[in-house]
């Protein structure tokens, strides 16, 4: 039995106070919003219960307030508060049933101040608090291309109701739900005690609901609700490639160019220490391109350190520096071990051609015994190369590895974004 589509006003049957009628045929009861009193509306509107001493809920959303959803028109036409009790804590939220004359019945859920849309869901699917219960990983179902994956099961009670319901409303009532959740939608699964249904609820638009409705927001409570969808901006997806392409392929050319030995120009091997300090003249052809000094000292347990300058044509002093060489090797209880290579070396840029001339000062050197470094000739000769026209990755490597900082830092994003997403699930290993 349904009631007439044309009835637009009542009055309450216990009260006397005026009600708009403002949902569909399908409407069961009314809850008259002054005195608590439900009506059986396929009955003349004959009072079936009272709930009294109710306090509403705190919502922005009224009886009869109008706005579009997906640009339909929906209208509020119940208000329902649920409340959830465990280990000592309370979660509330509050559903209003929404009616549109073209799309039929919907519910509004103001969860942490977000806003969730469901509406009933015909498709294949079931799951239990039995099966949840049951099973040794969380449940997953796959539907029409979708995987929803079990998200939490809510066991909650009426406790507040006013306007019209497609159902019979009783404070009190409860109702167990098993959740589960995808990209952009969640499945709820709920049974009470006579009856089984299946709802399908989406992220809304706060804002956008908000100026349809004519309301301010709620304040947020929660930053990220489990539907809500990951923006990364108009430029995300463009930025998190281009990184990624330009960091590989800056790694790709740093390699190739720190592949580069460029040409040799001076190669003395068995240099004897004896014999320094030396002056060894040495010829750039490509000025304005590196120049690599490679030192390599015959060390065993020992160190090796060698000063040294460079001046150039002009014969003005480009620089002075210093370099370590020292190679060690043992065997302990994990078997034999080395550290070091004995060989060193540095770069600099050549700015003109002709001849440079490399000084090398008197080495220092020490041999290792146990755990002290004796000072002690460790070392008897040098070898030592110069090789011009070099080129180097470094920068190109640093360049790679700030792209692929940038494209980490998105992926990281959506990685934390879809952790509070399921941060509020309650399934645990």
């Excluded at 806003?115 to 009933?120: C, D, G, L, N, Y």
Aim: charged residues 20%; proline residues 4%.
């Amino acid at each position: 039995m349904t009631r007439s589509d044309d009835l637009k006003t009542i009055n309450c049957t216990a009260c006397g106070a005026g009600l708009d009628v403002l949902g569909g045929g399908r409407v069961t009861v009314h809850i008259c919003p002054y005195c608590g009193t439900e009506l059986d509306a396929l009955d003349s509107y004959k009072a079936l219960r009272t709930f009294s001493d109710l306090k509403r809920p705190d919502t922005p959303f009224m009886l009869g307030m109008t706005g579009k959803i997906w640009d339909v028109d929906y209208t509020v036409i119940g208000t329902l508060e649920h409340k959830e009790r465990y280990g000592g804590q309370e979660w509330t939220w509050i559903v209003h049933q929404l009616f549109s004359p073209t799309h039929g019945y919907a519910y509004l859920t103001i969860e942490n101040g977000h806003f969730v849309f469901s509406r009933r869901y015909r498709g294949p699917g079931w799951v239990s608090e039995h099966q949840v219960e049951k099973a040794e990983t969380p449940p997953i179902l796959r539907i029409k291309g979708q995987t929803f994956k079990y998200y939490e099961t809510t066991t909650s009670e009426v406790t507040f109701a006013e306007g019209e319901f497609t159902w019979e409303v009783k404070i009190g009532d409860k109702s167990t739900t098993v959740s589960t959740l995808s990209e952009d939608a969640m499945l709820g699964f709920s049974q009470t005690q006579t009856e089984r249904e299946t709802y399908r609820s989406v992220y809304l638009p706060r804002k956008e609901v908000a100026k349809s409705f004519g309301i301010e927001p709620p304040k947020l409570t929660k930053k990220i609700h489990p539907l809500m969808p990951f923006k990364g901006g108009p430029n995300f997806t463009f930025l998190r490639n281009c990184a990624a392409g330009f960091a590989v392929a800056c790694m790709v050319l740093g390699f190739v160019f720190g592949l580069s030995g460029g040409k040799s120009v001076l190669t003395e091997v068995g240099l004897p220490v004896a014999g320094l300090p030396v002056e060894i003249p040495f010829e750039i052809s490509q000025p304005n391109k590196l120049a690599e000094i490679a030192l390599a000292a015959d060390v065993s347990n020992s160190w090796a350190s060698i000063g040294l300058t460079v001046q150039d044509p002009e014969g003005n002093i480009l620089f002075g520096a210093g370099r370590t060489m020292e190679r060690y090797h043992g065997r302990d209880s994990d078997g034999s071990w080395t550290e070091g290579s004995g060989k060193a070396n540095l770069r600099f840029l050549a700015k003109t051609a002709g001849t440079y001339q490399l000084n090398l000062g008197e080495a220092e050197s020490g041999i290792w015994s146990g755990t002290l470094a004796q000072p002690k000739n460790a070392i008897t000769r040098l070898d030592l190369r110069i090789r011009e026209g070099q080129t180097s990755g470094k920068l190109l490597f640093l360049l790679g590895l700030a792209f692929a900082g940038i494209s980490a830092w998105t992926f990281f994003r959506r990685w934390r974004h879809q952790s509070k997403r399921w941060a509020g699930g309650d399934w645990n290993d």
